[in-house]
């Protein structure tokens, strides 16, 4: 018994366009919206009883970036830019309470060659993925190919990488939310999750085609996918609901660095099962069935 998933393969790529399209024609139009990180800036440390920083630089017109709290009411504010002039009057508006212990200007933590060779790692790692993949599925039965199960696991790879890109671009332009160091940190672990999953489903295609040969290789992968199913929904459910525990109550510095893992998680889910495993197929229909 099993669910016949291929019959809906173009349903699944046209879910995934329609989530994809909006999101990619933000990053050609508004791009993402670097923070301190990747910009550089001033930074700002005081010691004070007053807790209202956001709404005092919301009035000033001031891009107050973060706030990282540290023992005895002291702050680490990160803005944008921020002169003498609006330093003393955005203090000020703070109550004379104040004691400042750190002025200065920051350089990006993230520079421009960091940025291309993480781009670079990405796009090695992809390769490198797609050699491991099809030299560990090499004892596939021919005449299928080992090398269309790598480039499909990558492909859905790529689908959830420019699924987040695309919805913190949304996120960005409508709300204001800056990516930052974190943000890398979240795209580069979706990245990782997603070949993990799509491995899994791919490892038990490998298991069941010598078993079923004489089956079509749709029906191989709808069997496959019925008997993995539960176990890629129970895996994604716990880290999701780790991850609404921290969205939750995690507090503001890591609100973003968790919707990222969240929007991954469940974009690599999917993906795994309803992109992977259908492009797969497709792909294998194209090629003439031996009648050997």
């Known amino acids: 018994m099993h669910v016949n998933f291929m019959k809906y393969k173009w349903v699944y790529f046209g879910i995934s366009l329609a989530i994809l399209i909006p999101g990619l024609l933000s990053l ?8 301190i990180d990747f910009t550089g800036g001033t930074l700002l440390e005081i010691q004070t009883p007053a807790k209202n920083f956001s709404e005092v630089a919301k009035n000033q017109n001031l891009e ?5 709290p540290s023992a005895d009411n002291t702050y680490l504010l990160r803005f944008k830019t921020l002169d003498k002039d609006q330093n003393e009057k955005f203090k000020s508006a703070l109550g004379p309470d104040l004691i ?3 002025y200065e200007s920051v350089g990006p933590i993230v520079g421009a060659e960091m940025t291309k ?18 030299w560990s599925f090499r004892g596939v039965p021919k005449p299928y190919s080992s090398w269309k199960f790598g ?7 790529l689908h959830d990488a420019l699924v987040v890109l695309g919805i913190f671009s949304l996120f960005g332009h409508f709300y204001h939310v800056e990516i930052d160091a974190l943000f890398v940190t979240a795209l580069l672990t979706v990245i990782g999750f997603s070949v993990h999953d799509t491995i899994v489903v791919f490892d038990r295609v490998r298991e069941n085609l010598p078993k079923m040969y004489t089956k079509p290789f749709s029906e191989i992968v709808d069997f496959s996918l019925t ?14 609901l ?5 969205l939750l109550f995690g507090g503001e510095t890591i609100r973003w660095f ?28 194209h090629r003439p069935r031996s009648t050997s």
């Open 117 to 134: 060779k993480a781009l670079l790692a990405v796009a090695l790692a992809s390769i490198a993925i797609v050699i491991y993949i099809a």
């Open 151 to 157: 480039v499909s696991a990558v492909a859905a790879l």
């Open 100 to 102: 400042e212990k750190r």
């Open 242 to 246: 780790t991850l609404t525990a921290l």
């Open 28 to 35: 050609i139009f508004y791009g993402l919206r670097p923070s």
């Open 64 to 68: 107050l970036s973060s706030v990282q």
């Open 227 to 240: 008997e993995t199913l539960v176990r890629s929904l129970n895996t994604s459910l716990t880290v999701i």
């Open 258 to 285: 968790v919707v990222a893992l969240l929007v991954g998680i469940i974009s690599g889910t999917y993906s795994s099962i309803f992109n992977a495993a259908p492009l797969l197929v497709l792909w294998e229909s």
